[in-house]
């Protein structure tokens, strides 16, 4: 099989699934808070939710970039498949917390097993994909990032039919069959060659001495600010402003963001793959434009009071922010080596990563405030200033395989 020509797309779409339900264990929690809290008293507070939520981040972020380095090193399709396996267990035993203290060790060891996944991934797909397909085929492994956040969204739906342990109950069993599943299906791609004496500074130098790395570091974590606060504070928002019912909010809130990123990343990478071939910039141009369009979503997000302006903003930056995502580890290829594509990836997702767990953090104490939606209006101006910087610096001369 996989000598197939069509492996390539195959192990895509097993990956796509993966990160459907790392999208849909790590989010669902953050619709179902109004049942959980009957339980568990802590969470009555918006700040304590926000540490549960930010905790995650920071390990998650934490362990990142040394899950690059690892990637780089070992053989990939065990890597995936072990971070499955673990994250699903620990979901499993989310239904069994009594305590906001466990639930918050278990965001933290699940931000651990999570960590490891994406840099392999990402790096494996690139493997398999050349200059002619690789936006095209991470976008389609992130539609399954926006497929999870949807069903994460009925979180609270299954939650108040059955209830909330019985919702991490059944994802985590579903996650563990995956795992099992991988195995039989997912292969390694032969890598080059490296030194055999690894040297960890020598594999970090040529990341940290490149300047368009640091642009692009810029770049992936800056736009992490208010896609994590959409992703983890979207749903209390339009619950608030709208007064609508968390089991009603979710899954609009899920099905308008998330749907629309899944078409614009199939948009984004398709566009970009095009330009690609006769611009070498092209795939930085189709992510720019994506961005610029969460600057208008985002103001709206934040002081819109109508059902329309508030739907056709979040629908808006879905579009955007996915055609921004499918091409940030296209445009990471075209500035680093082939063996350290999970490295570098792995240091864009802990700056990612930490500037969501600042972002939720301080949002958590903006909403017992009443400052939701003022302080994610906010936000637009930084989106605006790191296009600038990206436009500006970001110039490659050739197209690259």
Not at 73 to 99: D, E, G, H, M, P
Not at 109 to 117: Q, R, T
Not at 169 to 198: C, D, N, P, Q, W
Not at 254 to 277: E, H, M, N, P, R
Request: glycine fraction near 10%; aromatic fraction near 14%.
């Amino acid at each position: 099989m996989i000598r197939s020509k069509s492996y390539p797309w195959i192990i895509t779409g097993l990956l796509a699934g993966v990160a459907m339900l790392n999208y849909i264990d790590r989010q669902m929690i953050s619709t179902m808070r109004p049942a959980m809290q009957v339980d568990i008293g802590e969470l009555t507070l918006a700040a304590n939710f926000g540490r549960l939520m930010a905790v995650f981040l920071w390990v998650y972020g934490s362990i990142s970039a040394f899950s690059g380095v690892i990637a780089d090193r070992i053989n990939r399709k065990w890597l995936i498949v072990a971070s499955l396996f673990i994250w699903s267990t620990l979901t499993l035993c989310n239904a069994f917390a009594t305590s906001f203290d466990q639930l918050y060790m278990l965001r933290a060891l699940m931000g651990f097993s999570e960590a490891l996944y994406f840099p392999a991934a990402l790096s494996l797909i690139a493997d398999y994909h050349d200059h002619r397909t690789r936006s095209r085929a991470v976008g389609i492994h992130a539609t399954g990032i926006y497929l999870g956040q949807v069903f994460g969204g009925f979180g609270s739906t299954i939650s108040k039919a059955y209830s909330w342990q019985h919702t991490f109950l059944l994802f985590g069993i579903i996650g563990m069959a995956y795992a099992l599943l991988l195995i039989f299906f997912v292969h390694e791609k032969e890598r080059e060659k490296t030194e055999t004496s690894f040297e960890l500074g020598t594999h970090l130098k040529s990341l940290f001495t490149s300047l368009p790395f640091w642009i692009i570091l810029l770049y992936f974590t800056i736009p992490s600010l208010p896609g994590w606060a959409i992703k983890n504070w979207a749903p209390t928002l339009i619950a608030n402003s709208l007064h609508l019912d968390m089991a009603v909010a979710g899954p609009l809130t899920t099905i308008s963001i998330s749907l629309s990123s899944f078409f614009g990343v199939l948009i984004g990478g398709s566009l970009a793959d095009k330009w690609y071939q006769s611009n070498p910039r092209g795939r930085i141009y189709t992510s720019a434009i994506g961005l610029a369009l969460t600057i208008p979503s985002l103001i709206l997000l934040g002081f819109g009071t109508g059902f329309l302006s508030i739907i056709s903003a979040a629908v808006f930056f879905g579009l955007g922010f996915g055609m921004f995502d499918t091409n940030n580890m296209p445009i990471l290829c075209q500035f680093v080596d082939k063996n350290q594509r999970a490295t570098g990836y792995g240091f864009l997702n802990m700056g990612g990563i930490f500037a969501g767990a600042i972002i939720t953090d301080f949002l958590g104490k903006s909403t017992d405030a009443g400052h939701l939606g003022r302080d994610l209006a906010y936000l637009s101006i930084v989106v605006l200033l790191i296009i600038t910087v990206q436009l500006s610096f970001l110039r490659p001369k050739k197209i690259t395989t």
